[in-house]
C-alpha cells in the first residue's frame, strides 16, 4: 500500500524495536552528536559502519524506507551542490594545500581537497541518516510521545507529533478517495495531462482533503479532552517500558562513540589530513 | 418514589445560547434524570439534542463558547462553572464517530488513555484497563490497531475506555448512526448489560427510535427547537401522535397497527414488538386489513444496463475482496446493496466506476464491454456519490461545484450554463445557485454532491449511503428527489445499512457477504429470511415479527403491504 512509502512506524521483531523510545532517543542524540563534532574521515567511516549495522539489525529494508531515503540524498546532493558554489576553495582553506584536478571555469577550480572535504560532509549525512530513518521508523508512535516527553519536552508537543505521525495513512486514504471521485467528475490527474493542468487540477483535492482533516482534528481533539487530555502537567505511559539491560548497552555504546569522537576531535582536530 | 430521590442530572431553567448564534439554541429547559435510569433522548436533526448533551459532557460552553442561564447539576458538580475535566470524572461520553475517537494506537492504549491522563501509575492502570475490556467484552483484542478491528469492536474500546474513570453517567451520542443493523443491534444490547451490571445513568441521543428500543428504556426525552416536548415512558409516548408530528420515525409495527384501525394505548405496552399486547381482535383487525387490498403487481423484467459477469478481485494476491459476483441492473431499476463493512460492497461500486481494475471477469455497460474504458470515460454514463459530501465539494460557490464536471467538455459557456441551471433546477438548488456552498446544510451539500454528479447526464448512479446520518425528515427529502430522478429514468444504485431505505424505496436487493453475492432478491424477502439476516449483518424487521405473531403468511407479503399503504399515506400527508 502507498501507506508504506513515507515515514511511518513500520512494526518488526528486532532488537532494535525492543529497545524503549527514551533509548532511541538518546542514542540518536548522542550518536548525532558525535558525527557532527567530527570531520575527521576514520572516525566517520566507523560511524557510518555503527550506524549500517544498526540499519541491519532492525530487519527494516532499505525498499520501505525508499521515499526518506530519496528525500535526504536529494538534499545532501543539493547541499555539496551549494557549497561548490558558494565557496569551491573552502578545502583548500581548510587542508592548507591546493591540489588542481581540473579548471572548470572562471574561479571555480576542482581540487582534490574540496573534493575530499564534501566527500566528509557526504559521509557525515550517511553516519546520521539511517538512525535518523530509524528512530522514526522503529519507534512505536505512542512510544515515540511519551520519549519525547521523558527528555524534558511537553507530552501535549509530543502527542501532537505522534498523533500527526498516526493519520498520515489515513489521510492517503482520503486523499485517494477524493482524488478517484474526482477523476469520476471528469478533473483529469491521469498521466495522460500536460503536467501544469495535473497541478491546477490537483488543488481540487486540495480543499475537500483539508476540510476533512479539519474535522478530522475536532472530532479527535473532543475526544482527547473528554478524556482528561491537559488535565495535569504530567501523565503516565500506559506504552512505556522499564529500562532493560540491552537499554544500558544500547546507551553505554552511544556513550563510548561520543567520548571516542570527542577525544579524537580534542586531540588531532577536527579534520583528517591527508594532504600533508 | 422518584419524588424521595434526588436527580443526578438536573436542569432548572437552563438556556444556552452559542456565541456564534443569534438565537438560544436551548430554551428553558426543566430535566431531571435519577440515578440508574436509562433516558432516550430523541430529537430530529438540529433539534438542540446534540447541544443538551455537549452541555452534560461540558463541551458546552468549554470547548464551544456560549452562555448559560439556570442552572445545570450533574452528579453534584455545577456544570457550566466548573470544567471539561472535572465533568469528565463523572460523566463518560461515547462520541458518534468509532474512528475518530480512537486515540490510541493500540486498543489498551486507548482504553488506558484517560487513566494515563490523571497519571495513574502503570501497575494500576494496566489492571483498570483489562478489567474494563473484560466488562465489554474485548480483552482478547488489547494488542491490536484500530483498523484490524470491526466497527462494532470500535464502540466496544470508546465504551471501556470511558467505563476505567468510574463514571456514573454514561453518553451516548448517536451509537448507531456508523454501524450496519446487527451490529447496531448489539450496541443496544450491550449498552444495556454495561447498564445492568454496574448500575450507571444512561443517556442515548438517537433519532433511531425502533433500533434503541431493542432494549428497555425508562424515559424518552422528546425535544425539538430548543425546548423539551415530552418527558415520557415508551408506552405513553408511543400512543400519541407527538413523535410523528417531530420527525421522528415511530416504530414500523405501531404503524402497522394504525393502519388496521387499532387503538394504540399505553395498556397495550406498545415499547416493544413481542411484548405488545395483541388480543385477537387487534390481530383479526391486522388480518383484514392485509387481506383488503391486492397486493401490488409484480414489473415484468426491464432490459438491462448494468451486467457483471463472474467478477473477482482482491487489494493483495492472496486476500478476496470480492469472487465471482454476477448480477444484471436493468434500466430503470432502484436497487439496494447490502451487507457488513468489508464485505466487498464499496469495492464493487470503485470496480464499475473504473478506479480499480478487476483480477478476473467482465463488466458490460449498456451491452458494451468496460474493460478499455476510463475513469473518465465511464463517467459519463456512470455517475458515483460518496459518503461524504465533504469529501467531494472542491469549489466555493453553488454553481461552480456543479459546473465542474463539464470542464473541458467542449461544451461552450452558454451551454454549460444552461445545463448547470437545468441540473440545479432538477435538484431544487437553482434558488441558492449563486451562493457559497459553506451557507449549506450538509443534507443540501449531499444535493450538491448529487446535482454534480447528475450534471454529466448519466444513466446509472450509484450512491455510497445517501441517508447516513439524516433524520427522518431529510432522509424521506432525499429518497423522494432520487425517486422523482429514477421516476425520470435515471437508474439509481445504493449502498446501505439503512433497513428502512431498502424496505421502502429499492423493491429489489444484492445482499453480501465475504465477497459474494448471497442473495438478489426482493428487499422484502431478504428481510424475512432470517438465514440471510444473519449472514448479511442485518436485522429482521420488526414487521417480520408482527405478521408471524398474527399467524399472516407469507410475511414478506405483509411487509409489502405495508410499504405499499404507508407510501400512499405519506404522498397524501405532504
Same mark, same amino acid.
Given at each position: 500500500?502507498?501507506?508504506?512509502?513515507?515515514?511511518?512506524?513500520?512494526?518488526?521483531?528486532?532488537?532494535?524495536?525492543?529497545? /524503549?523510545?527514551?533509548?532511541?532517543?538518546?542514542?540518536? *542524540?548522542?550518536?548525532?552528536?558525535?558525527?557532527?563534532?567530527?570531520?575527521?574521515?576514520?572516525?566517520?567511516?566507523?560511524?557510518?559502519?555503527?550506524?549500517?549495522?544498526?540499519?541491519?539489525?532492525?530487519?527494516?529494508?532499505?525498499?520501505?524506507?525508499?521515499?526518506?531515503?530519496?528525500?535526504?540524498?536529494?538534499?545532501?546532493?543539493?547541499?555539496?551542490?551549494?557549497?561548490?558554489?558558494?565557496?569551491?576553495?573552502?578545502?583548500?582553506?581548510?587542508?592548507? /594545500?591546493?591540489?588542481?584536478?581540473?579548471?572548470?571555469?572562471?574561479?571555480?577550480?576542482?581540487?582534490?581537497?574540496?573534493?575530499?572535504?564534501?566527500?566528509?560532509?557526504?559521509?557525515?549525512?550517511?553516519?546520521?541518516?539511517?538512525?535518523?530513518?530509524?528512530?522514526?521508523?522503529?519507534?512505536?508512535?505512542?512510544?515515540?510521545?511519551?520519549?519525547?516527553?521523558?527528555?524534558?519536552?511537553?507530552?501535549?508537543?509530543?502527542?501532537?507529533?505522534?498523533?500527526? *505521525?498516526?493519520?498520515?495513512?489515513?489521510?492517503?486514504?482520503?486523499?485517494?478517495?477524493?482524488?478517484?471521485?474526482?477523476?469520476?467528475?471528469?478533473?483529469?490527474?491521469?498521466?495522460?495531462?500536460?503536467?501544469?493542468?495535473? *497541478?491546477?487540477?490537483?488543488?481540487?483535492?486540495?480543499?475537500?482533503?483539508?476540510?476533512?482533516?479539519?474535522?478530522?482534528?475536532?472530532?479527535?481533539?473532543?475526544?482527547?479532552?473528554?478524556?482528561?487530555?491537559?488535565?495535569?502537567?504530567?501523565?503516565?505511559?500506559?506504552?512505556?517500558?522499564?529500562?532493560?539491560?540491552?537499554?544500558?548497552?544500547?546507551?553505554?555504546?552511544?556513550?563510548? *562513540?561520543?567520548?571516542?569522537?570527542?577525544?579524537?576531535?580534542?586531540?588531532?582536530?577536527?579534520?583528517?589530513?591527508?594532504?600533508? | 418514589?422518584?419524588?424521595?430521590?434526588?436527580?443526578?442530572?438536573?436542569?432548572?431553567?437552563?438556556?444556552?445560547?452559542?456565541?456564534?448564534?443569534?438565537?438560544?439554541?436551548?430554551?428553558?429547559?426543566?430535566?431531571?434524570? !435519577?440515578?440508574?435510569?436509562?433516558?432516550?433522548?430523541?430529537?430530529? #436533526?438540529?433539534?438542540?439534542?446534540?447541544?443538551? $448533551?455537549?452541555?452534560?459532557?461540558?463541551?458546552?460552553?468549554?470547548? !464551544?463558547?456560549?452562555?448559560? %442561564?439556570?442552572?445545570?447539576?450533574?452528579?453534584?458538580?455545577?456544570?457550566?462553572?466548573?470544567?471539561?475535566? =472535572?465533568?469528565?470524572?463523572?460523566?463518560? %461520553?461515547?462520541?458518534?464517530?468509532?474512528?475518530?475517537?480512537? @486515540?490510541?494506537?493500540?486498543?489498551?492504549?486507548?482504553? &488506558?488513555?484517560?487513566?494515563?491522563?490523571?497519571?495513574?501509575?502503570?501497575?494500576?492502570?494496566?489492571?483498570?484497563?483489562?478489567?474494563?475490556?473484560?466488562?465489554?467484552?474485548?480483552?482478547?483484542?488489547?494488542? !491490536?490497531?484500530?483498523?484490524?478491528? #470491526?466497527?462494532?469492536?470500535?464502540?466496544?474500546?470508546?465504551?471501556?475506555?470511558?467505563?476505567?474513570?468510574?463514571?456514573?453517567?454514561?453518553?451516548?451520542?448517536?451509537?448507531?448512526?456508523?454501524?450496519?443493523?446487527?451490529?447496531?443491534?448489539?450496541?443496544?444490547?450491550?449498552?444495556?448489560?454495561?447498564?445492568?451490571?454496574?448500575?450507571?445513568?444512561?443517556?442515548?441521543?438517537?433519532?433511531?427510535?425502533?433500533?434503541?428500543?431493542?432494549?428497555?428504556?425508562?424515559? @424518552?426525552?422528546?425535544?425539538?427547537?430548543?425546548?423539551?416536548?415530552?418527558?415520557?415512558?415508551?408506552?405513553?409516548?408511543?400512543?400519541?401522535?407527538?413523535?410523528?408530528?417531530?420527525?421522528?420515525?415511530?416504530?414500523?409495527?405501531?404503524?402497522?397497527?394504525?393502519?388496521?384501525?387499532?387503538?394504540?394505548?399505553?395498556?397495550?405496552?406498545?415499547?416493544?414488538?413481542?411484548?405488545?399486547?395483541?388480543?385477537?381482535?387487534?390481530?383479526?383487525?391486522?388480518?383484514? +386489513?392485509?387481506?383488503?387490498?391486492?397486493?401490488? $403487481?409484480?414489473?415484468?423484467?426491464?432490459?438491462?444496463?448494468?451486467?457483471?459477469?463472474?467478477?473477482?478481485?482482491?487489494?493483495?494476491?492472496?486476500?478476496?475482496?470480492? #469472487?465471482?459476483?454476477?448480477?444484471?441492473?436493468?434500466?430503470?431499476?432502484?436497487?439496494?446493496?447490502?451487507?457488513?463493512?468489508?464485505?466487498?460492497?464499496?469495492?464493487?461500486?470503485?470496480?464499475?466506476?473504473?478506479?480499480?481494475?478487476?483480477?478476473?471477469?467482465?463488466?458490460?455497460?449498456?451491452?458494451?464491454?468496460?474493460?478499455?474504458?476510463?475513469?473518465?470515460?465511464?463517467?459519463?454514463?456512470?455517475? !458515483?456519490?460518496?459518503?461524504?459530501?465533504?469529501?467531494?465539494?472542491?469549489?466555493?460557490? @453553488?454553481?461552480?461545484?456543479?459546473?465542474?464536471?463539464?470542464?473541458?467538455?467542449?461544451?461552450?459557456?452558454?451551454?454549460?450554463?444552461?445545463?448547470?441551471?437545468?441540473?440545479?433546477?432538477?435538484?431544487?438548488?437553482?434558488?441558492?445557485?449563486? +451562493?457559497?456552498?459553506?451557507?449549506?446544510?450538509?443534507?443540501?451539500?449531499?444535493?450538491?454532491?448529487?446535482?454534480?454528479?447528475?450534471?454529466?447526464?448519466?444513466?446509472?448512479?450509484?450512491?455510497?449511503?445517501?441517508?447516513?446520518?439524516?433524520?427522518?425528515?431529510?432522509?424521506?427529502? @432525499?429518497? =423522494?428527489?432520487?425517486?422523482?430522478?429514477?421516476?425520470?429514468?435515471?437508474?439509481?444504485?445504493?449502498?446501505?445499512?439503512?433497513?428502512?431505505?431498502?424496505?421502502?424505496?429499492?423493491?429489489?436487493?444484492?445482499?453480501?457477504?465475504?465477497?459474494?453475492?448471497?442473495?438478489?432478491?426482493?428487499?422484502?424477502?431478504?428481510?424475512?429470511?432470517?438465514?440471510?439476516?444473519?449472514?448479511?449483518?442485518?436485522?429482521?424487521?420488526?414487521?417480520?415479527?408482527? &405478521?408471524?405473531?398474527?399467524?399472516? %403468511?407469507?410475511?414478506?407479503?405483509?411487509?409489502?403491504?405495508?410499504?405499499?399503504?404507508?407510501?400512499?399515506?405519506?404522498?397524501?400527508?405532504?
Amino acid at each position: 500500500m502507498a501507506a508504506n512509502t513515507v515515514l511511518n512506524y513500520i512494526p518488526r521483531k528486532s532488537v532494535v524495536h525492543d529497545l /524503549t523510545g527514551t533509548t532511541k532517543l538518546a542514542f540518536f *542524540l548522542l550518536f548525532t552528536f558525535a558525527s557532527m563534532i567530527t570531520y575527521n574521515t576514520w572516525v566517520l567511516l566507523g560511524l557510518m559502519a555503527v550506524s549500517l549495522a544498526v540499519f541491519r539489525l532492525s530487519h527494516i529494508k532499505l525498499r520501505e524506507v525508499r521515499f526518506m531515503l530519496v528525500f535526504m540524498l536529494v538534499f545532501l546532493a543539493l547541499n555539496d551542490l551549494f557549497i561548490f558554489l558558494f565557496d569551491p576553495n573552502q578545502g583548500t582553506a581548510l587542508y592548507g /594545500t591546493r591540489t588542481v584536478l581540473c579548471h572548470l571555469l572562471w574561479r571555480y577550480d576542482l581540487t582534490a581537497e574540496q573534493l575530499f572535504y564534501m566527500f566528509n560532509i557526504s559521509l557525515k549525512y550517511f553516519v546520521a541518516l539511517p538512525v535518523a530513518i530509524l528512530f522514526i521508523s522503529a519507534t512505536n508512535p505512542s512510544e515515540f510521545a511519551a520519549s519525547l516527553n521523558s527528555i524534558g519536552i511537553s507530552y501535549k508537543v509530543g502527542y501532537s507529533v505522534a498523533i500527526a *505521525l498516526r493519520y498520515i495513512p489515513d489521510i492517503q486514504r482520503d486523499y485517494h478517495s477524493i482524488s478517484q471521485a474526482q477523476q469520476a467528475r471528469g478533473v483529469e490527474l491521469g498521466r495522460s495531462e500536460p503536467f501544469f493542468k495535473r *497541478l491546477k487540477n490537483s488543488v481540487s483535492i486540495l480543499l475537500p482533503l483539508i476540510l476533512t482533516s479539519l474535522n478530522r482534528i475536532d472530532t479527535i481533539s473532543n475526544a482527547m479532552e473528554l478524556r482528561g487530555f491537559g488535565k495535569h502537567d504530567k501523565r503516565t505511559w500506559y506504552t512505556r517500558r522499564p529500562f532493560a539491560r540491552r537499554d544500558f548497552i544500547a546507551l553505554a555504546v552511544g556513550v563510548v *562513540l561520543l567520548l571516542i569522537s570527542l577525544t579524537v576531535t580534542i586531540r588531532f582536530g577536527r579534520f583528517y589530513n591527508p594532504f600533508v | 418514589m422518584a419524588e424521595t430521590r434526588t436527580p443526578i442530572i438536573s436542569f432548572k431553567n437552563f438556556s444556552f445560547q452559542y456565541r456564534a448564534q443569534k438565537q438560544p439554541t436551548l430554551h428553558d429547559i426543566n430535566l431531571d434524570i !435519577y440515578p440508574g435510569e436509562r433516558v432516550l433522548i430523541a430529537g430530529p #436533526s438540529g433539534s438542540g439534542k446534540s447541544t443538551l $448533551a455537549a452541555c452534560i459532557n461540558g463541551l458546552n460552553p468549554f470547548s !464551544y463558547p456560549g452562555e448559560c %442561564t439556570g442552572t445545570l447539576t450533574v452528579d453534584g458538580v455545577d456544570a457550566p462553572h466548573s470544567s471539561i475535566f =472535572e465533568l469528565a470524572g463523572h460523566v463518560g %461520553t461515547v462520541l458518534q464517530d468509532p474512528d475518530g475517537q480512537f @486515540i490510541g494506537l493500540t486498543v489498551g492504549e486507548d482504553i &488506558a488513555f484517560a487513566l494515563e491522563n490523571s497519571c495513574t501509575p502503570q501497575d494500576e492502570m494496566h489492571e483498570i484497563t483489562r478489567r474494563a475490556a473484560e466488562l465489554v467484552g474485548i480483552e482478547n483484542h488489547l494488542d !491490536y490497531a484500530p483498523h484490524e478491528l #470491526s466497527g462494532g469492536q470500535k464502540q466496544r474500546v470508546s465504551l471501556a475506555g470511558v467505563m476505567v474513570d468510574e463514571v456514573k453517567i454514561l453518553l451516548f451520542d448517536e451509537p448507531l448512526a456508523n454501524l450496519d443493523p446487527a451490529t447496531g443491534k448489539q450496541a443496544i444490547e450491550l449498552i444495556d448489560t454495561i447498564q445492568q451490571k454496574t448500575d450507571t445513568t444512561v443517556l442515548i441521543i438517537e433519532h433511531r427510535l425502533e433500533d434503541v428500543l431493542w432494549r428497555s428504556v425508562d424515559r @424518552i426525552v422528546l425535544v425539538n427547537e430548543g425546548r423539551i416536548l415530552a418527558d415520557l415512558r415508551p408506552d405513553e409516548l408511543l400512543s400519541g401522535a407527538l413523535l410523528a408530528e417531530n420527525g421522528i420515525r415511530e416504530p414500523l409495527y405501531v404503524t402497522a397497527m394504525r393502519y388496521a384501525g387499532i387503538d394504540i394505548t399505553p395498556a397495550k405496552h406498545p415499547a416493544h414488538v413481542d411484548s405488545v399486547v395483541l388480543d385477537d381482535a387487534d390481530t383479526e383487525k391486522l388480518r383484514a +386489513w392485509f387481506r383488503a387490498e391486492p397486493l401490488p $403487481a409484480t414489473k415484468p423484467a426491464p432490459t438491462p444496463l448494468l451486467e457483471v459477469k463472474g467478477l473477482s478481485f482482491g487489494y493483495s494476491k492472496d486476500q478476496h475482496t470480492l #469472487s465471482d459476483v454476477s448480477f444484471t441492473i436493468g434500466k430503470g431499476e432502484m436497487v439496494s446493496i447490502v451487507g457488513r463493512n468489508g464485505a466487498g460492497k464499496s469495492t464493487l461500486s470503485k470496480l464499475i466506476c473504473g478506479f480499480e481494475t478487476p483480477d478476473s471477469g467482465e463488466i458490460f455497460f449498456d451491452g458494451k464491454d468496460l474493460k478499455d474504458e476510463n475513469i473518465r470515460r465511464r463517467a459519463r454514463h456512470i455517475g !458515483y456519490v460518496m459518503q461524504n459530501p465533504n469529501q467531494m465539494i472542491s469549489k466555493t460557490m @453553488i454553481f461552480d461545484e456543479v459546473a465542474l464536471g463539464l470542464q473541458g467538455s467542449g461544451l461552450t459557456d452558454a451551454e454549460i450554463r444552461a445545463r448547470v441551471e437545468d441540473t440545479l433546477k432538477v435538484c431544487g438548488l437553482y434558488p441558492f445557485r449563486n +451562493w457559497p456552498i459553506s451557507a449549506l446544510s450538509f443534507g443540501q451539500k449531499k444535493r450538491v454532491t448529487i446535482a454534480s454528479v447528475l450534471v454529466q447526464d448519466p444513466e446509472l448512479i450509484i450512491l455510497d449511503e445517501p441517508t447516513a446520518g439524516q433524520d427522518f425528515r431529510h432522509y424521506t427529502d @432525499i429518497m =423522494e428527489f432520487l425517486r422523482g430522478l429514477n421516476a425520470k429514468g435515471v437508474t439509481v444504485v445504493m449502498i446501505t445499512h439503512d433497513m428502512h431505505l431498502m424496505l421502502e424505496y429499492t423493491p429489489r436487493a444484492l445482499a453480501f457477504c465475504d465477497g459474494r453475492l448471497i442473495a438478489d432478491r426482493s428487499a422484502a424477502a431478504i428481510l424475512c429470511d432470517p438465514a440471510l439476516i444473519e449472514q448479511a449483518a442485518l436485522k429482521e424487521t420488526s414487521l417480520y415479527t408482527l &405478521a408471524n405473531r398474527c399467524g399472516i %403468511t407469507p410475511a414478506e407479503k405483509f411487509v409489502e403491504r405495508f410499504i405499499a399503504a404507508d407510501r400512499e399515506v405519506r404522498a397524501d400527508g405532504c
